[in-house]
């Protein structure tokens, strides 16, 4: 059987997870970056069309923006990290090492933008594809084995879970060790068999849950993952109930899979109108178009049902041709593509869930409750978004405690041993073929009833249903996760179902609508 040693094995190919390797490339220490993926690009930074904050400093302005979006709900502590590190972890790993190609003036300074919710201009920025240059600038400093030979991609890897000695040792008294994370079983799509990658420290940076969700507008992988084998590991899981609504991605009858429209259109101007071309947000919210996102999205719902129409529609069109397709050119063409020109029409617009506020608990190193393990990015939860995120704060978050994860781990690697693959199970291979008609119907059934009954106002009715349907599935999905093969789409099955559980459990415990949070009764 293959198997893999690391000093550090990193569950993730987005911006955090990168941002961990990067900071780590030079240090000679043997890195894995997995990707359940076959091209790594694939991910939710690719598709992050924004921005990401460059602060500077002591920002009160900045620190007052989080916390007014939150609903004075986010950590101070976690706010003031960012602003003490978010601003070196942009210069030393994006500009001076990825060399990633912000929007520049005619002198060469840096421009910035604004977006909803943010007092001033603060957002660096390329075109409407930031997520897309950080991702790829990120991967092509780590796959320069000349430079990096250290760093190895796993790709087309699916992580199974993560190995603790009380769970997966082979010996009894292997149970009284001390706990912490050894590595994690990885399953290797071509071949098909399980290996082992041990790993002297193990970094979460996998991502949310927005694929659990009927319309959602990110990747396929945002299902949940890391916070499941976090979960079943031991690890402390919270706000799990906060799951962030995009007001703004495309409406497009044939497809649940939403294409994001920037929240920088808004910030640039561009108005919502209701289908008899009202602008309706000021019956909503006095900032308007620019009131935070949980507010945005439940008023374009809001106007959906009262014109009983199935979208909004966001125009900028008052602005010039040019100036659109050049600040927005992935925009402009997709819309294109879709019968669409942005730069004469307004684009029709509906809300789907984007961003996971709560996960795996962590500290301002990016340390969970178990020894050994770090998570980074949107898997995590530090408190720094509370019960909302501010716009443009997710790319930052990612980076910037990919970076002091990395700086923790550099200090700390070097008092651990390597847990020897031996000493741990191997995983039992199941051969009973799968029916790829049932797993394919548990997940529609499942991503209906996120959307349905767990979406943009819950109701104790509608989570008692969800939690029976989620019973029903978990013990169907627990009868042939033991006995057939192991796929991609199976694993990911069996976590979506834990993590779907989850969300609903905060939810039912949590009577206070707040946030992106709300509840009628």
Same mark, same amino acid.
């Given at each position: ?28 220490? *043997? ?8 091209? !790594? ?16 400093g002591?920002?009160?302005?900045l ?24 601003k070196?972890? &942009?210069?030393? /790993? ?8 912000f ?5 060469? %300074?840096?421009?910035y ?12 920025? =390329? ?47 292997q +149970?009284?060790?001390?706990?912490? &994370? ?26 949310g ?17 890391? &916070? ?21 991605t ?7 899979? +939403?294409?994001?429209v ?20 000021? $019956?909503?919210? !006095?900032e308007?178009?620019?009131?935070? =996102? ?19 529609y966001?125009?900028i ?7 659109? $397709?050049?600040?927005? !050119?992935?925009?402009? *063409? ?9 730069? %004469?029409?307004?684009? !029709? ?38 019960? %909302? ?10 980076l910037?405690w ?25 995983? +039992? ?8 008609a ?25 989570? *008692? =249903? ?7 599935? %978990? ?14 789409? /199976? ?10 559980t ?20």
């Open positions: 059987m293959d198997n893999y040693d690391f000093d550090v094995l990193i569950l993730g190919c987005g911006i955090a997870g990168l941002a961990t390797a990067a900071k780590l490339a030079g240090e000679h220490l *043997k890195v894995g970056i997995v990707t359940r993926a076959r091209d !790594p690009q694939v991910s939710n930074t690719f598709w992050a069309q924004g921005g990401i904050i460059y602060p500077k002591d920002d009160q302005a620190f007052d923006d989080i916390q007014i979006a939150s609903s004075n709900t986010s950590n101070p502590l976690a706010i003031a990290t960012l602003q003490e590190h978010g070196n972890a &942009i210069d030393e /790993l994006l500009l001076e090492m990825a060399k990633v190609n929007e520049k003036d005619c002198e060469n %300074n840096l421009k933008t604004k977006e909803a919710a943010h007092s001033i201009e603060r957002i660096l920025y =390329r075109g409407d594809y930031t997520g897309k240059e950080i991702q790829i600038s990120l991967l092509n400093l780590l796959k320069d084995n000349e430079r990096y030979p250290t760093v190895r991609f796993l790709e087309a890897h699916t992580a199974i879970d993560l190995i603790t000695a009380s769970h997966h040792g082979i010996t009894i008294s +149970r009284y060790e001390e706990r912490k &994370i050894l590595g994690a079983y990885l399953l290797n799509q071509e071949k098909g068999n399980v290996v082992k990658a041990m790993a002297k420290k193990t970094v979460l940076a996998t991502g849950v927005g694929a659990l969700y009927l319309h959602h507008s990110n990747s396929g992988a945002s299902r949940g993952d890391g &916070i499941a084998m976090a979960k079943r590991a031991g690890a402390d899981i919270i706000d799990m109930e906060f799951i962030q609504f995009h007001p703004t495309f409406y497009d009858s044939s497809s649940h899979g +939403r294409f994001l920037s929240e920088a259109v808004r910030g640039e101007g561009g108005i919502l109108v209701n289908c008899n071309g009202e602008r309706f947000m000021g $019956k909503y919210h !006095p308007m178009e620019l009131a935070p =996102r949980d507010v945005v999205a439940r008023s374009i719902m809001e106007e959906t049902i009262e014109t009983r129409h199935e979208c909004v966001l125009d069109s008052h602005k010039e041709d040019t100036w659109i $397709k050049e600040r927005f !050119p992935t925009i402009y *063409k997709h819309c294109l593509e879709h019968g669409v020109d942005m730069t %004469n029409e307004p684009i !029709p617009v509906v809300p789907a869930a984007h961003y996971t506020c709560g996960g795996v608990k962590i500290d301002m190193k990016g340390q969970t409750s178990i020894k050994n393990l770090y998570a980074v990015g949107e898997v995590s939860c530090s408190g720094l978004h509370g019960a %909302n995120r501010l716009a443009s704060t997710s790319l930052l978050e990612g910037t990919g970076y002091l994860a990395a700086m923790d781990i550099k200090e700390t690697v070097k008092n651990e041993d390597l847990y020897s693959h031996l000493q741990i199970k191997d995983w +039992r291979e199941e051969y009973a073929s799968i029916d790829k049932l797993v394919q119907q548990d997940w529609m059934t499942l991503k209906l009833t996120m959307w349905n009954y767990v979406g943009l106002s819950r109701t104790t009715n509608r989570l *008692k =249903r969800a939690v029976a349907m989620f019973n029903e599935i %978990n013990d169907e999905v627990s009868r042939f996760y033991r006995s057939c093969k192991l796929d991609d789409s /199976l694993i990911g099955l069996r976590n979506a179902i834990e993590v779907s989850m969300i609903v459990k905060s939810s039912m415990r949590n009577k206070e609508s707040i946030g992106c949070f709300y509840r009628k009764l």
